[in-house]
């Protein structure tokens, strides 16, 4: 396979996911409206699922045809670019105000799955295993965390505030739906297939592939629901879509991978997966400790809200360009 044509099928992945996420997405906000149920709520299941699709199905495929490095890979490139690059977008276009329960729980609960990540695929330096790897046991305890996660967020106070996206009827958002759902695979397949040989015709590993490329791609539906949501000033859905997207990426898409085959660790990830956490701190430091115009004279006071301002969400874009920088030089 040339490597043009390799280019153009990976715009065409990712022109499928961006499109099927969306589909599934507004879809699935028209009928969770009708319930009634909040926009946080929302962004934490709902939307934060339907954009997460695309890692799923990329993992799946990656996970199907041995492709671990790519799997793993993707996740955590996928959670940095959530983090840095998608909440930094947002931001840059409004302050994103985040409710206490976002500050307390769900952030926390993001830094507590990377640290399970971290050590369940360090069995060579924790355990002195000769292979490090996430096992099918192993992938079905992240599965059972996910489970819990989900517990915890339909636990959550339920609010009929309105469908502030399109209004449309029910058979119309089930079409949607359904139609996102035939994109989303196809797109995920197109992705893996011609990042592979975009990997293979630079001479680049593919972990280096699925922490840029592949990760990238798969987190435009993040970017762009969160960005289209804070500017119509829905910030619960954006905040909750990142936070919510980086839980399942570890709980549920690592599990589901790692319960289909196990995935092999490859310790040049290890320093991804820090980074990835140390993308959660930077973003709770952030949002708890507020403006630096706030705390000139007391550094550590907390703030009356909890907001992400626009100059920190530059500093958070700044942050993964020099990540990308980085894994270019690395290789």
């Known amino acids: 396979m040339s490597l043009i044509f390799s280019i153009l099928l990976i715009i065409v992945g990712f022109f499928l996911l961006i499109k099927g996420a969306n589909f599934l997405v507004e879809g699935a906000s028209v009928l969770a409206h009708r319930v009634g149920v909040s926009d946080l709520m929302i962004g934490l299941t709902i939307v934060a699922f339907g954009t997460s699709m695309p890692e799923l199905l990329v993992n799946i495929i990656a996970s199907l045809q041995g492709n671990t490095d790519i799997a793993i890979g993707n996740v955590v490139g996928s959670n940095i670019a959530n983090t840095f690059l998608v909440l930094g977008a947002a931001a840059c276009i409004a302050p994103l105000y985040v409710k206490e329960s976002t500050v307390w729980k769900e952030i926390p609960l993001v830094l507590l799955s990377t640290v399970i990540l971290f050590v369940l695929v360090n069995d060579v330096l924790i355990d002195g295993e000769f292979v490090a790897q996430i096992s099918r046991s192993e992938g079905m305890t992240l599965i059972g965390f996910f489970l819990i996660f989900m517990y915890y967020t339909f636990g959550m106070e339920s609010v009929k505030d309105g469908h502030k996206g399109k209004d449309m009827p029910v058979p119309s958002a089930l079409f949607f739906i359904l139609l996102g759902c035939i994109m989303l695979p196809l797109g995920g397949k197109l992705s893996v297939d011609a990042s592979i ?26 970017l762009v629901t969160a960005c289209v949501a804070t500017y119509r000033g829905n910030v619960d859905m954006a905040m909750g879509n990142v936070v919510g997207s980086n839980i ?3 709980l549920w898409i690592l599990g589901a991978s790692a319960i289909i085959r196990p995935l092999v660790f490859n310790p040049i990830l290890n320093p991804d997966i820090l980074i990835a956490l140390f993308a959660s701190l930077l973003l709770l430091l952030f949002i708890y400790n507020g403006p630096f115009y706030k705390r000139m004279f007391f550094l550590w006071r907390k703030r009356e809200s909890y907001v992400l301002v626009r100059y920190e969400g530059i500093i958070l874009l700044l942050c993964y360009f020099v990540y990308i920088a980085y894994i270019s030089i690395r290789g």
Not at 202 to 218: C, H, N, P
Request: proline share 3%.
């Open 248 to 250: 399942f990426n570890i």
């Open 197 to 222: 040989d975009i990997a293979l015709a630079f001479g680049v590993s593919e972990a280096f592939v699925g922490l840029s490329i592949v990760a990238l791609g798969t987190s435009l539906p993040e």
